[in-house]
T-cell receptor
């Protein structure tokens, strides 16, 4: 079982819709959870991180964490074509700052 | 420079050759990370430095991989006797402290033929 699971997609949503990206993790001791965006051929860039159960909002982005279900999600409101990218979920599970990434979900926002 | 830089950006090596990949972190960033990203996969952790100390090298896939950061700034990832399975993008990231605000460099794409 992979430590961090994501559906590779592609996930297609129309412009203006809400995109919902999901991630599950296997280590119950995981401490913090990250969402990165990676455009094709580029390096990952941090969108946001979350470590407490519940929601965390930053602009059009909302991260949701449910530690009991070992589930973290990212909602993108008012999706734009420029949001089309691969979204990587990453989990910090202890040790010296070692994060484990999922495979990433490819998001396509259709104009 | 304003960001993390890596060189070379592209490297083609024949199987069995040694390669050295360089990372220049953002000035003042204490933490430095190396990741390997195969095509269609997420980055995989290789190693972590805090200043010049290599605190975690658990992700290095074999003893052919070696990383150093002797003066706590520039880091080099060396791969000896390259194999085809080493073909990947090697990403370097730095942060002021820890993993919470990592800034990634553009990566070095290594192709082993």
């Amino acid at each position: 079982q992979k430590e961090v699971e994501q559906n590779s997609g592609p996930l297609s949503v129309p412009e203006g819709a809400i995109a919902s990206l999901n991630c599950t993790y296997s280590d119950r001791g995981s401490q913090s959870f990250f969402w990165y965006r990676q455009y094709s051929g580029k390096s990952p860039e941090l969108i946001m991180f979350i470590y407490s159960n519940g929601d965390k909002e930053d602009g059009r982005f909302t991260a949701q964490l449910n530690k009991a279900s070992q589930y973290v999600s990212l909602l993108i409101r008012d999706s734009q074509p420029s949001d089309s990218a691969t979204y990587l979920c990453a989990v910090l599970s202890g040790g010296y700052q070692k994060v484990t990434f999922g495979i990433g979900t490819k998001l396509q926002v259709i104009p | 420079g304003a960001g993390v830089s890596q060189s070379p950006r592209y490297k083609v090596a024949k199987r069995g050759q040694d390669v050295a990949l360089r990372c220049d972190p953002i000035s003042g960033h204490v933490s430095l990370f190396w990741y390997q990203q195969a095509l269609g996969q997420g980055p995989e952790f290789l190693t972590y430095f805090q200043n010049e100390a290599q605190l975690d090298k658990s992700g290095l896939p074999s003893d052919r991989f070696f990383a150093e950061r002797p003066e706590g700034s520039v880091s080099t990832l060396k791969i000896q006797r390259t194999q085809q399975e080493d073909s990947a993008v090697y990403l370097c990231a730095s942060s002021i402290a820890g993993v919470y605000e990592q800034y990634f460099g553009p990566g070095t794409r290594l192709t082993v033929t």
